[in-house]
């Protein structure tokens, strides 16, 4: 049985130890709060981006570009999103379970953090490219990457390219989640991250609202490897969302565990002293009974 003296050990240790996660909570929940407002900071500019390019559709017809070509898909490339560090609960494991589901002799991969490249390496899967980003993600950084994986679509190296992520939900819940990135599909207005209803219009057809110079074909061709890397930096942002939100609830989670822990441990240590100071009392009155 555990001495008092090492049950007060181990309730300092617990107590120190909580300490650290509650600190690591907090910091979470404001990183958590600052990668949202960051990621619905470039909402409406995802909107005006996709709605100038459902425009500029809509006033072509026959538009083509090498990023929309569809073929049949031999090899896949996919660009897994992780985290840099661990202590986010199932984040990374529930990601990584998905990614461990796709053909490993049809798929290459991209990665972006320092645990999904960890998670290729350790699986022997084939790495293309490995990239990391900060914690308040810059562009830069995505245009990277999105580049990247378009240089391989174009170069016929890959027939398709999708971004495996941890979605945000809410802040108690972050689910993976495989999108479809290359190639191109229908332009609309409908954004990445931004739920809004597509335009119906016919081709040919026009709204007014916007003026294109030189012409529309020239503008779209620009704006469509733009509005990837766009996507690609919305994704980053989410990614760190969910990241930070996964990791304040783990240790709020460790915070109570550590307190009820202590709690515990506290109670034993009252026992214990208490069966102390009975067994003392009974030998000072057995011995002064003896003494007469």
Do not use: W
């Not at 529930?94 to 320092?114: M, P, Q, W, Y």
């Not at 994704?235 to 969910?242: D, G, N, Q, R």
């Amino acid at each position: 049985m555990a001495s008092t003296r090492d049950i007060r050990r181990r309730i300092k240790s617990v107590k120190n130890t909580a300490q650290i996660t509650k600190a690591m909570q907090m910091v979470a929940a404001a990183k958590m709060r600052k990668a949202q407002s960051a990621a619905l900071v470039g909402r409406p500019y995802a909107q005006l981006l996709n709605e100038i390019m459902a425009e500029a559709a809509l006033r072509t017809i026959g538009f083509d570009h090498p990023l929309m070509q569809s073929r049949p898909v031999a090899k896949r490339a996919v660009i897994l999103v992780g985290t840099d560090r661990g202590l986010c609960g199932g984040l990374n494991s529930n990601l990584f379970r998905e990614a461990s589901k796709l053909d490993k002799h049809t798929t290459i991969f991209v990665t972006a953090g320092r645990k999904a490249a960890q998670f290729v390496g350790r699986t022997k899967r084939n790495l293309a490219a490995e990239f990391s980003y900060k914690d308040n993600p810059d562009f830069a950084e995505a245009r990277a990457i999105s580049k990247f994986v378009q240089q391989l679509f174009l170069k016929g190296e890959v027939d398709a390219v999708d971004i495996l992520f941890p979605r945000f939900i809410n802040t108690l819940t972050q689910s993976p989640q495989l999108v479809p990135f290359l190639p191109l599909g229908k332009i609309s207005a409908a954004t990445a991250g931004v739920n809004s209803p597509a335009q119906e219009l016919p081709a040919g057809s026009s709204t007014d609202v916007f003026d294109f110079e030189p012409d529309e074909e020239t503008v779209l061709g620009e704006l469509l490897p733009h509005s990837l890397n766009f996507q690609m930096h919305q994704i980053l942002l989410e990614t760190k969302a969910s990241e930070q939100s996964a990791r304040m609830v783990a240790m709020k989670n460790a915070t109570d565990n550590a307190k009820q822990i202590i709690k515990d441990l506290t109670l034993e240590y009252n026992k214990l002293r208490q069966a102390n100071i009975t067994k003392e009392l009974l030998e000072i009155t057995t011995a002064q009974m003896a003494v007469g």
